[in-house]
């Protein structure tokens, strides 16, 4: 260590594009509680929250002898290009949060270290071990390069007394001061014991869940939350403990503490009608509901532990006792598809939501969405600025990438529509209607602006070009032939081998099947003379492949006989599971140009055949 570590900057790094949240700047507690910890231990500490103010990293003044950055995944390229701005310093620089602590050898190409899960207690003994020099294989948590080789030191118990952690000081925050202190966050408890599939909570928290004291919480509310204009209480599950809660806000009420404020919560709270009373009356303005999906196969899938019918039920009570209520739903699982994305807006709107979300299932690192699909090769971008719940990352099963994206933005488009926000306004609700108006201006910019959609778009075209180059030019294709021996050599459903010829019917094809031919002839030479008998019956001959046929396009290549003529009009193309609809859409768009056609088609033939793919 080239100077002793006296100095220590805290960045959390901006959103890399704006949100619904933008204008309301909640600092995440992280860095402002580490930075609070280094403070009390001695040293010189500065926080900067980019949503709050970015300076100019140039001329700062404060030159640090330590950066600290604090990443989610969808701001880790904005923290990777400050880190190697201070590195190129001669500045060590440590990474912590969610996304570095699931992939910390990806961080450790940025950093000099990485703290994985919590840091209350390892960043501390980190910069001690700079400081004294004393080893770095005992710090639990840490994530380090030890030469050419990463180390990477196990987890440690996490913080059992959340007491016993310094109240948060906002002072540290660079341009704290001109806000005016209006919005601020209080963490009350740690950990959750459910197992949201998209989820990472239980990874960084555990499972089980730690609380503060009443008396604890009440004193960071007399230290800021009474001159705070909001404060948001920032636990993944503020209601977990019901009792404790009532506790908390009687104790608000008793103390005559004057805090509007509001909170995550689940479906679940809005059972306990005395609960909801005393958050009504001791302050709290809003809740924030995970409702996720109005598809009940959706939720099991989820693991979210709630009915269609609760949700509806829920956001009833939470009104009636004059809770706001912003609901958040996520849309792309395997059971959803366009349909569910269009009656959740209908639903929206009969339960009378104040403000939502809705949001795309983003396959963030260390959760088992992220796991299945990585392992499944149907993560499109690893572009993690673009992992913000707002644009679509992966392969979906019902949608193309791009109308997954569509569908999303339409339906906001839906809700925070103009006659809805008129509709706000003649209700004297002025907040309300500020705020659809922002959301409004959102989504027209995430379509009508952002350059993602279009590249989704040109990514499904770019495959239908491909695969019209074996399409018979300038003839239409009115017949399709099929041999009768790929069904055998694949390994075809009946159902969806019966699909995908009504599928194509319906497209307006007539399918020319060529018969099997007698036992005892090899599959590939049969059929091949398949294949030879077709091209005088059928424009085009497609061979549906079923994924895991090992080798098999190499075969049919290798297939003896073949002119060139006739490899122009043979369209191999792989279907599976997960994305069987993606390749029918593929499909469908070499014989007609409409996409919301195709998909009509697609999910009509569903209906007609009754297969479940």
Request: glycine letters at 8%.
């Amino acid at each position: 260590m080239s100077r002793p570590i006296q100095r220590v900057l805290f960045i959390e790094p901006r959103a890399p594009r704006p949100h619904i949240f933008s204008r309301v700047v909640i600092p995440r507690l992280g860095a402002v509680l580490l930075g609070t910890i280094l403070r009390n231990q001695g040293l010189d500490v500065k926080v900067i929250v980019e949503e709050i103010e970015q300076p100019d990293y140039r001329r700062l003044d404060f030159q640090p002898d330590l950066v600290a950055i604090s990443t989610i995944t969808s701001t880790a390229p904005r923290a990777y290009e400050l880190a190697r701005f201070y590195r190129r310093q001669g500045i060590p620089v440590v990474l912590g949060g969610a996304h570095p602590s699931f992939l910390p050898e990806e961080g450790l190409e940025e950093a000099d270290y990485v703290i994985c899960g919590e840091g209350d207690e390892a960043l501390p003994e980190l910069v001690r071990a700079l400081n004294e020099g004393g080893g770095l294989g005992s710090i639990g948590n840490l994530a380090y390069r030890d030469g050419e080789a990463v180390r990477l030191n196990p987890w440690r118990p996490f913080v059992a007394d959340l007491d016993a952690l310094p109240i948060p000081n906002y002072g540290l925050i660079h341009g704290w001061e001109k806000t005016g202190h209006r919005y601020l966050s209080i963490a009350t408890s740690r950990g959750c014991p459910y197992n949201c599939s998209f989820c990472s909570v239980i990874l960084l928290f555990g499972r089980q869940y730690r609380y503060n004291s009443v008396d604890r919480v009440l004193e960071e509310l007399r230290t800021h939350g009474t001159r705070a204009a909001h404060v948001f209480f920032c636990d993944d599950n503020f209601t977990a403990r019901p009792e404790r809660i009532k506790e908390l806000c009687d104790r608000i009420l008793r103390e005559g503490l004057k805090v509007e404020w509001s909170a995550q919560v689940r479906v679940e709270a809005a059972q306990d009608e005395e609960l909801l009373r005393l958050m009504a009356k001791s302050g709290c303005f809003i809740v924030f509901v995970g409702l996720e999906s109005i598809n009940p196969a959706t939720l099991k899938a989820y693991n979210k532990k709630q009915t269609v019918a609760g949700i509806r039920q829920a956001v009833h009570t939470f009104h009636r006792h004059g809770i706001r209520v912003h609901g958040m739903f996520v849309f792309g699982a395997e059971e959803d598809d366009f349909q569910v994305i269009r009656d959740t807006v209908s639903f929206s709107r009969e339960v009378r939501l104040d403000s939502l979300q809705y949001l795309i299932l983003t396959p963030v690192p260390g959760t088992r969405v992220f796991q299945e699909l990585d392992q499944a090769g149907r993560i499109i971008s690893r572009d993690w600025s673009l992992y913000d719940g707002h644009h679509a990352v992966f392969q979906p099963r019902h949608f193309t990438p791009y109308e997954l994206q569509y569908e999303t933005v339409r339906a906001l488009r839906r809700f925070y529509s103009w006659p809805a926000i008129a509709g706000r306004l003649l209700k004297g609700d002025l907040l309300g209607a500020q705020v659809w108006t922002y959301a409004r201006l959102l989504t027209r910019h995430a379509w009508k602006r952002a350059s993602y959609p279009t590249q989704l778009r040109e990514m499904l075209l770019a495959r239908v070009r491909q695969l019209r180059q074996w399409l018979p030019s300038p003839r239409k294709v009115t017949k399709v032939g099929i041999p009768a021996d790929i069904w055998s050599l694949s390994t075809w459903d009946q159902q969806a081998r019966k699909f995908l010829v009504r599928f194509l019917e319906r497209l307006g094809m007539e399918v020319v099947q060529e018969a099997a031919e007698e036992a005892g002839t090899g599959p590939v030479q049969a059929l091949q003379r398949q294949i030879a008998r077709l091209q005088g019956k059928a424009d085009l001959v497609l061979l549906p492949l079923w994924a895991g046929l090992e080798g098999a396009h190499q075969r049919l290549k290798e297939l003896q006989g073949l002119t060139q003529e006739t490899t122009g009009r043979l369209l191999t193309l792989e279907f599976q599971p997960a994305t069987f609809y993606n390749a029918c859409m593929e499909l469908g768009l070499c014989f007609q140009k409409r996409l919301d056609r195709i998909r009509r088609i697609y999910f009509q033939t569903l209906a007609e055949v009754g297969a479940v793919l």
